[in-house]
Nanobody
Framework: GVELVESGGGSVLAGGSLALSCAVSGSTPRITYCVAWFRQAPGKEREVIAAIDTGDTPDYVDSVKGRFTISKDNAENTLHLQMNNLKPEDTAIYSC???????????????????WGQGTQVTVSS
């Protein structure tokens, strides 16, 4: 399987920035599958917000495009999410996820995320 351990998060005022990291370990020496960031706001369903494929091509939902940047460090097997210009509506629990090993593309729409980090709270105050 795959193990994911997150770090980062916290509280910030609107317009501020935060960074999340996710250490990925598993049966392969490199991340050769989809990895993504999800979030779940209070009273809402969990949603994918950013994903990156095996070719390191990122993809984003419209609500975070231009503000968030997903990246992957292949040497360290670490996933990152840089969040700028944060808004109160970005408040949520953020989780990193990895897909099944045979899924490498079309990551934003993949239904095969079966490995999850523990989640970290991000709170944005106005």
């Amino acid at each position: 399987g795959v193990e994911l351990v997150e770090s980062g998060g916290g509280s910030v005022l609107a317009g501020g920035s935060l960074a999340l990291s996710c250490a990925v370990s598993g049966s392969t020496p490199r991340i050769t599958y989809c990895v993504a960031w999800f979030r779940q706001a209070p009273g809402k369903e969990r949603e994918v917000i950013a994903a990156i494929d095996t070719g390191d091509t990122p993809d984003y939902v419209d609500s975070v495009k231009g503000r968030f940047t997903i990246s992957k460090d292949n040497a360290e097997n670490t996933l990152h999410l840089q969040m700028n210009n944060l808004k109160p509506e970005d408040t949520a629990i953020y989780s990193c996820a990895a897909s099944e090993p045979w899924v490498g593309y079309e990551c934003l729409s993949s239904k095969y995320y079966n490995y999850w980090g523990q989640g970290t709270q991000v709170t944005v105050s106005s």
